[in-house]
């Protein structure tokens, strides 16, 4: 079997965890997360086996958007530390082989940052052209509205200078205008300077909107977007060579694939597989596994140096946007039948342990699904425990609340008064007295240890980061039969959407006499393969399982 070289492509065998600092954990009793409180947990991410920590915005902000509207790309917001609490936590991170990446907004920023403040002022100022303006009142549907429940316009009249400003998201976040190449070297400036202070990439939020044809100024002869994207991609390798940019893309497969770069580095290194994800949801709601099969026969083959990221949840809502409106109404029906659940009228503001009620059969299927699919795993803070949302929390804000170390108060998050927490912790079956880490940590058979173990399955699999996919037709709906190759290496996986056991028949062709199927999950049973390279594996209502064939001349599976 060829060796597979991680070398500079750490990321395509990597475990991302995303953590917001302001909810992780706080460290010194204000009621607020921060820098020092994340370093201190950094022993728990190793032990579950992260290897690469992604941190949300934790900029100088003007707390409208939960640090998305940054007033300062070079600084840290001083209720979550300083720049001396950042570096102390990468080193600490990365002494225990976790790398650290960071959220890059490259869109927009705060009203409030100082660029923007002198821009408003008058159409001479020199930072006017920072960001995109129209001297007249450009037309604007709701389709082009981010967040429909605030704003109803992407264009907002700034009554100084009697011109409209551009701004995809809320009106206090203007757009910056990307064909500026002043921009683009504030871009860099930036770039260069978290990569000097240690990170190992960046997340780039919202990649699409950057590059929107809805008005911004510039030659589309002079300002290629996409050679844009693979400008920012060779200024960061430059700078580090195994740097990696994790985009957020939630575009169609047709379309998500211009934004990747191949081996000429031309574009990300890795996107969310967003079309996946979506496609997952609408299989749990079905009990039937066509939906994610049809998705991930889609799915687009990429160059070796680009990555899909898989994932279960985000910080977001849920979006469901890429679903027909059908689709879409039988998932909400399924698992957030209440329109307070629903946000947007395209996602959910829930966390999957809600959604199912708790069934840990039907979470444990998922989640070992999406370790898997070939590409990368990335977990969001408290996906691990099975934490739920709080729905009492406004917004998308409901799945962002703190993080349930213990069972005492404030979920041993904060020793400060409840009235001084970012926001207020879930009660009842998924508040923190019934799932915590401290208690799940003790307990073997529990969710966490369950995404541990998976964690470390994945990881001595190398070749699933490398693989690709192929669906195996089987005769039972509720079933998702998919092969990761690599070289000669091949995985089977079983994922059973259905609510009853099944024996599944299937059938490997070209194998060669001698060939055994070794169960990774259950203590490595294994299945010989007859003649043809068939064989009939049991399924349990809701199961799953990991399959690596061994062939006659490999060594022993340990």
Same mark, same amino acid.
Request: with cysteine.
């Given at each position: 079997?060829?060796?597979?070289?991680?070398?500079?492509?750490?990321?395509?065998?990597?475990?991302?965890?995303?953590?917001?600092?302001?909810?992780?954990?706080?460290?010194?009793?204000?009621?607020?997360?921060?820098?020092?409180?994340?370093?201190?947990?950094?022993?728990?991410?190793?032990?579950?086996?992260?290897?690469?920590?992604?941190?949300?915005?934790?900029?100088?902000?003007?707390?409208?958007?939960?640090?998305?509207?940054? #007033?300062?790309?070079?600084?840290?917001?001083?209720?979550?530390?300083?720049?001396?609490?950042?570096?102390?936590?990468?080193?600490?991170?990365?002494?225990?082989?976790?790398?650290?990446?960071?959220?890059?907004?490259?869109?927009? #920023?705060?009203?409030?940052?100082?660029?923007?403040?002198?821009?408003?002022?008058?159409?001479?100022?020199?930072?006017?052209?920072?960001?995109?303006?129209?001297?007249?009142?450009?037309?604007?549907?709701?389709?082009?509205?981010?967040?429909?429940?605030?704003?109803?316009?992407?264009?907002?009249?700034?009554?100084?200078?009697?011109?409209?400003?551009?701004?995809?998201?809320?009106?206090?976040?203007?757009?910056?205008?990307?064909?500026?190449?002043?921009?683009?070297?504030?871009?860099?400036?930036?770039?260069?300077?978290?990569?000097?202070?240690?990170?190992?990439?960046?997340?780039?939020?919202?990649?699409?909107?950057?590059?929107?044809?809805?008005?911004?100024?510039?030659?589309?002869?002079?300002?290629?977007?996409?050679?844009?994207?693979?400008?920012?991609?060779?200024?960061?390798?430059?700078?580090?060579?195994?740097?990696?940019?994790?985009?957020?893309?939630?575009? =169609?497969?047709?379309?998500?694939?211009?934004?990747?770069?191949?081996?000429?580095?031309?574009?990300?290194?890795?996107?969310?597989?967003?079309?996946?994800?979506?496609?997952?949801?609408?299989?749990?709601?079905?009990?039937?596994?066509?939906?994610?099969?049809?998705?991930?026969?889609?799915?687009?083959?990429?160059?070796?140096?680009?990555?899909?990221?898989?994932?279960?949840?985000?910080?977001?809502?849920?979006?469901?946007?890429?679903?027909?409106?059908?689709?879409?109404?039988?998932?909400?029906?399924?698992?957030?039948?209440?329109?307070?659940?629903?946000?947007?009228?395209?996602?959910?503001?829930?966390?999957?342990?809600?959604?199912?009620?708790?069934?840990?059969?039907?979470?444990?299927?998922?989640?070992?699904?999406?370790?898997?699919?070939?590409?990368?795993?990335?977990?969001?803070?408290?996906?691990?425990?099975?934490?739920?949302?709080?729905?009492?929390?406004?917004?998308?804000?409901?799945?962002?609340?703190?993080?349930?170390? #213990?069972?005492?108060?404030?979920?041993?998050?904060?020793? =400060?008064?409840?009235?001084?927490?970012?926001?207020?912790?879930?009660?009842?079956?998924?508040?923190?007295?019934?799932?915590?880490?401290?208690?799940?940590?003790?307990?073997?058979?529990?969710?966490?240890?369950?995404?541990?173990?998976?964690?470390?399955?994945?990881?001595?699999?190398?070749?699933?980061?490398?693989?690709?996919?192929?669906?195996?037709?089987?005769?039972?709906?509720?079933?998702?039969?998919?092969?990761?190759?690599?070289?000669?290496?091949?995985?089977?996986?079983?994922?059973?959407?259905?609510?009853?056991?099944?024996?599944?028949?299937?059938?490997?062709?070209?194998?060669?006499?001698?060939?055994?199927?070794?169960?990774?999950?259950?203590?490595?049973?294994?299945?010989?393969?007859?003649?043809?390279?068939?064989?009939?594996?049991?399924?349990?209502?809701?199961?799953?399982?990991?399959?690596?064939?061994?062939?006659?001349?490999?060594?022993?599976?340990?």
């Amino acid at each position: 079997m060829r060796t597979i070289e991680t070398g500079d492509l750490w990321w395509k065998n990597a475990v991302f965890y995303c953590a917001d600092i302001e909810t992780f954990y706080d460290w010194n009793g204000d009621g607020c997360g921060d820098i020092r409180g994340m370093t201190e947990r950094i022993e728990y991410l190793f032990d579950l086996g992260v290897t690469c920590l992604w941190l949300m915005p934790f900029y100088p902000t003007a707390r409208k958007d939960d640090g998305y509207d940054i #007033t300062d790309f070079f600084g840290v917001d001083p209720r979550l530390g300083n720049l001396g609490d950042f570096v102390e936590l990468v080193r600490t991170a990365r002494s225990t082989g976790i790398r650290v990446v960071v959220d890059f907004v490259m869109n927009h #920023t705060s009203d409030a940052h100082p660029w923007f403040k002198s821009a408003r002022r008058s159409k001479d100022d020199p930072y006017r052209d920072y960001y995109v303006w129209s001297a007249t009142e450009p037309a604007s549907s709701a389709k082009d509205v981010v967040f429909p429940d605030q704003e109803d316009s992407i264009w907002e009249l700034e009554p100084r200078t009697n011109e409209w400003y551009l701004h995809h998201f809320y009106k206090h976040q203007p757009d910056l205008n990307i064909a500026n190449p002043r921009v683009q070297e504030e871009i860099s400036r930036t770039l260069g300077f978290w990569l000097a202070l240690g990170v190992s990439g960046f997340r780039v939020d919202a990649v699409p909107f950057l590059f929107a044809d809805d008005g911004a100024p510039g030659d589309p002869h002079t300002f290629d977007p996409t050679r844009y994207l693979g400008d920012v991609r060779n200024f960061v390798t430059r700078r580090l060579g195994d740097a990696v940019l994790l985009g957020e893309v939630n575009v =169609a497969y047709r379309d998500q694939k211009k934004f990747f770069g191949g081996a000429d580095g031309d574009g990300l290194n890795m996107q969310f597989d967003f079309i996946g994800m979506q496609n997952i949801f609408l299989s749990l709601a079905r009990g039937d596994a066509r939906p994610i099969a049809k998705a991930l026969r889609a799915r687009p083959v990429l160059d070796i140096t680009s990555q899909w990221a898989n994932f279960v949840r985000n910080h977001d809502e849920l979006t469901l946007d890429k679903l027909t409106d059908s689709e879409r109404r039988e998932v909400f029906d399924a698992f957030g039948p209440d329109p307070d659940m629903q946000l947007f009228g395209r996602g959910l503001r829930r966390r999957l342990p809600s959604m199912l009620g708790g069934d840990q059969r039907r979470m444990r299927m998922v989640y070992s699904l999406a370790f898997s699919l070939p590409g990368t795993p990335v977990l969001f803070y408290g996906e691990e425990i099975g934490m739920a949302e709080n729905l009492d929390v406004e917004g998308r804000f409901a799945v962002r609340t703190p993080m349930q170390w #213990t069972g005492h108060e404030n979920g041993g998050f904060s020793r =400060a008064p409840r009235r001084r927490l970012p926001r207020p912790l879930p009660d009842g079956l998924f508040g923190p007295e019934r799932v915590n880490v401290a208690d799940q940590r003790h307990d073997h058979r529990s969710f966490w240890w369950f995404i541990r173990d998976l964690i470390y399955t994945y990881r001595q699999q190398p070749e699933i980061g490398w693989s690709t996919v192929d669906i195996v037709t089987q005769p039972h709906r509720a079933v998702l039969a998919h092969v990761c190759r690599e070289s000669d290496w091949l995985m089977l996986a079983l994922h059973n959407f259905g609510a009853e056991a099944v024996m599944v028949p299937i059938a490997l062709d070209d194998l060669g006499p001698g060939c055994v199927l070794v169960d990774l999950l259950d203590g490595l049973s294994e299945y010989p393969l007859d003649a043809e390279g068939r064989v009939e594996l049991h399924l349990d209502a809701y199961g799953y399982r990991w399959l690596r064939l061994r062939r006659p001349d490999d060594d022993p599976i340990i």
